[in-house]
């Protein structure tokens, strides 16, 4: 008995042992899948949660970027690469031995329009335009010694115009008219030119609107003007406002009028453009 006892208690010994074994088994094969299931959460993190916030940061950087390519456009001055829009020709109307028309006050219109004409030009540039000037001083485009000045002056200019091929040219002027009461701005263009006409339209509806006109015009067909029938470019002539009007003259110097009137040309300029494109 002693013996088939002892070999009973061995047997149960083995039995446990075994069992111990397969318990210790299991606990290894536990750990293994525990450490199977951690580095499978750790590569779903790493796959799913960090691209995401990945694309969010790339989403945004390309925001950032399409900003930044907005600011470019915006400011081709800054980055020196101007002008991706197309060429504008502003034309500072007279200078020179011709002052065009001197208002009551004293005021000369040749100074007036070279001060819109700048101003003008800084907006279209802000804007990704090229801008040519007829003349940027001054000064008339005549020689000295030409005996007719204003011929030459004037052939000079539509030669510019000709030269740059513009999308569109805009000559600067101030009125004049025997009744000094009457006062506003008035857009004149070729009336052979429908696309002349739309823009002529679009500066004369910003203008009127921006600067809250009274009596507001509308653009008028003209077809004497040299400037206008002698360009091919779809041009206008943009009249700020009468300087026969003392108190218009005194408002169109004014820088803080002369940045409204200059602000509504370019919006109306850019009106139309925004309509042209295909
Ligand atoms: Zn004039």
Redesign the pocket.
């Known amino acids: 008995m002693k013996n088939r006892k002892r070999c009973v208690s061995r047997v149960f010994r083995r039995a446990a042992s075994a069992k111990d074994g397969v318990i210790k088994n299991m606990d290894q094969e536990t750990g293994v899948k525990l450490l199977q299931y951690f580095m499978l959460g750790i590569l779903l993190v790493l796959c799913f949660i960090l691209p995401g916030t990945g694309a969010k940061r790339t989403a945004r950087e390309s925001v950032r970027q399409g900003g930044s390519q907005e600011l470019r456009e915006n400011d081709p001055g800054g980055s020196g690469s101007g002008g991706e829009k197309g060429t504008i020709v502003i034309d500072a109307?007279?200078g020179g031995d011709d002052p065009?028309?001197i208002g009551p006050g004293g005021v000369n219109?040749k100074e007036l329009?070279l001060v819109y004409a700048k101003k003008l030009k800084g907006l279209l540039e802000a804007q990704g335009y090229r801008v040519v000037m007829t003349r940027e001083t001054e000064d008339g485009l005549y020689d000295a010694d030409q005996p007719n000045k204003k011929a030459q002056d004037m052939e000079r200019r539509v030669k510019i115009i000709e030269e740059s091929a513009p999308l569109l040219t805009v000559s600067i002027?101030?009125n004049s008219y025997p009744d000094a009461s009457v006062s506003g701005p008035q857009v004149f263009y070729f009336e052979h030119s429908k696309e002349a006409e739309k823009l002529a339209s679009s500066v004369q509806s910003a203008m009127n609107q921006e600067l809250g006109i009274e009596r507001p015009r509308t653009q008028k067909g003209n077809t004497t003007y040299y400037i206008l029938k002698r360009s091919s470019s779809v041009t206008v002539i943009v009249?700020c406002g009468f300087l026969t009007n003392p108190q218009e003259e005194a408002k169109l110097q004014q820088e803080e009028y002369q940045d409204r009137v200059a602000r509504a040309v370019c919006d109306g300029i850019l009106e139309y453009l925004s309509q042209s494109v295909v």
């Open positions: 109307g007279h065009g028309m219109e329009n002027h101030q009249e």
